[in-house]
């Protein structure tokens, strides 16, 4: 019986270390390590270094030869992730290098980003566009962050933070297209936060960038139309062209006031893995009074949760909040 529960207790203090493991110090919200939160590093490792200490504002370091921030275990598609944010200061202009490396492989110069950090008595925002290297592709397993290239640099880094592809698009007189292409569409304006205009024989909007489409399943639109009409989202893979195969189709009310369009596109088995180019069509004849408030991929909800196998226990983790979800025997008690 003492064994027995010497075993439970040990189980749960198992558990409270995985929870404690992946609510470390990364803000799962915002896919940001906070620095200057304890435990600090968290699950990062710091190497060569000369001088390192923790204050309110972040993680505080004196550069060695080959300084190094390093993360292992992860297990993101890099695709979704383009851009990598980095808050961070330095007292002199030196420069920082980003490598990546999917699980199994190992870090190298071919899969890496350098990008130039200023002298600055200030904390600076480094957005590190890592796919402008066409390695960052598929699955993420290791990072690690060299934020100089010499010794002696005062470093203080408070924040690492991996930026979401874009997923919405609002249409107006600030925003104005947000990167959408028109063609076709007579009399454009922006009214109403919105964009207007009166539909020609082949009116779209053409977006060009990589999305990875597997977590959105779902396409939403807000938008009017002065006539019952046909909508029409087009797609296709890098490289491929657009086709009548790949697209769906949906009706178009007559209306007043701005209705929400939710377009299932995984409907069409072709919308998987990465998107270079969607095309939406407002209408499909001439004519139309149409506003366009905003385009807006839905993200598929899932369940964050991994399972450690402990024979004879199973611990299934919410690896999101950082939370036991189950706990189980897999023999009999």
Known sequence: ??????FFYGIMALVLNVCCLYAGTIDSATNEWLFYQEPGLGPWR?????QQSLDKNGIILVSGPD????????NFQADSYPVIEIVMKADKETQ???????PGNKLSEAASCRFKVKSSVDFEVYRINCKSNLLWTGTIGELRFDPANVAGVNVQIKSIKLVIQQTIWNFNSTNMLSGWFSNDMNELKFVNDAIAFISGKDSQLVLRNKIQVDSYPVIEIVMKADKETQGQIYFAAPGNKLSEAASCRFKVKSSVDFEVYRINCKSNLLWTGTIGELRFDPANVAGVNVQIKSIRLLAEQRAAAITIPFPPW????D???????ELRHQGNL
């Open 67 to 74: 300084t190094q921030l390093v993360i292992r275990g992860l």
């Open 319 to 325: 690896s999101a909040k950082g939370c036991c979800l």
């Open 1 to 6: 019986m003492m064994m027995g529960k010497k």
């Open 314 to 317: 199973e611990i299934k983790i």
């Open 46 to 50: 710091l190497s060569d270094v000369q």
């Open 96 to 102: 920082g290098q980003i490598y990546f490396a999917a």
